[in-house]
């Protein structure tokens, strides 16, 4: 994998345009808005009355914005992550809004800055914050944590097959303080024979720690509640994933809004308000077409969701 993949094109811009917008002169929230692809997008779909709260919980991210934001009024730069989401709009005298999207996983910028340490394609400090003003680094978790927690993240966020000894090759050659160090780790235990696949050996390593870092389950999940209970009616929550666990998060989040309850046993009673639908879906899962792929191979792992909120939460 090459970093010419990188190369900073939003997926399934299209798509999100035509999903998200219901009124031009709505508020919308780009609630990870990178380096404004998207935002530019849908900029142009609203009128002189139609605004965007552009969120982000990495400062360089919002540096990013607040520029845009010199240029067209109508973008408002907010940093701070999805769980924060409720909180900021009220600063801003705001309940509700016309739409959100959230745009998972990682961004093409901080991949492509060795400094941050997401990639294993240079070398760089092991840090892998999306937000560099708190919390701890990937170097100083990897050289604190226990084996078995280190373990049980590669395999539940990372579905890496050798967990267990990469795990232990981590614990063995601790302290590790850069990219390069962790990667050939990873190369190490898989074996040389793995370099030519498609996908990096390391991949599945590096994403698991990066999701550890950021919180990212635990911020996705209550960030889908902020953003859903801050939708007005009719309004629109567009979410795209590129990791299957949060997808299926995001999926059952959503399937749950609707008032699907096919999945729940039989003979567990429910109060009406439990199984009535608070939201519809718009379509099933949306995902890249061929001339994306080719244009952008880091789409390939992108799915869209989409649902579109039918009553308030209080009145449900």
Not at 181 to 209: I, M, S, W, Y
């Amino acid at each position: 994998m090459s970093t010419t993949e990188y190369q900073h094109v939003p997926v399934l811009l299209n798509e999100v345009a035509s999903h998200l917008i219901t009124s031009k002169e709505g508020w919308y929230v780009d609630a990870t808005y990178g380096r404004g692809g998207h935002c530019r997008s849908l900029l142009r779909m609203l009128s002189k009355k139609g605004r965007i709260i552009g969120l982000d919980k990495d400062e360089q991210a919002i540096e990013s914005a607040k520029l845009l934001a010199s240029q067209d009024s109508r973008l408002i730069p907010v940093h701070a992550r999805f769980s924060e989401l409720k909180l900021e709009l009220s600063k801003l005298g705001l309940s509700q809004v016309e739409g959100i999207l959230m745009d998972l996983g990682v961004s093409s910028p901080q991949l492509e800055d060795p400094e941050r340490g997401f990639s294993f394609q240079s070398n760089g400090p092991l840090d892998m914050r999306m937000d560099r003003s708190s919390g701890v680094t990937a170097s100083n978790w990897l050289n604190s944590a226990a084996e078995r927690d280190i373990e049980a993240a590669l395999k539940q966020l990372g579905d890496e097959r050798q967990a267990k000894l990469i795990a232990r090759e981590i614990v063995a050659q601790r302290p590790l303080k850069t990219t390069r160090e962790l990667c050939d780790l990873v190369l190490e235990v898989k074996g040389k024979k793995f370099q030519g696949n498609r996908v990096h050996p390391a991949t599945k390593t590096f994403q698991a720690v990066r999701m550890v870092i950021n919180s990212e389950i635990e911020e996705l999940s209550d960030g889908l509640k902020d953003a859903f209970e801050s939708l007005s009616i009719g309004g629109r929550l567009a979410v795209i994933s590129f990791h299957s666990k949060e997808d299926r998060i995001v999926k059952s989040f959503f399937f749950n809004m609707c008032g699907r309850t096919n999945q729940i046993p039989r003979r567990i009673p429910l109060l009406g308000h439990e199984m009535s639908a608070k939201a519809k879906l718009l379509s099933g899962a949306i995902r890249p077409g061929l001339k994306e792929l080719s244009e952008n191979p880091r789409a390939r792992s992108a799915t869209l969701r989409v649902i579109e909120k039918i009553v308030g939460v209080e009145d449900a």
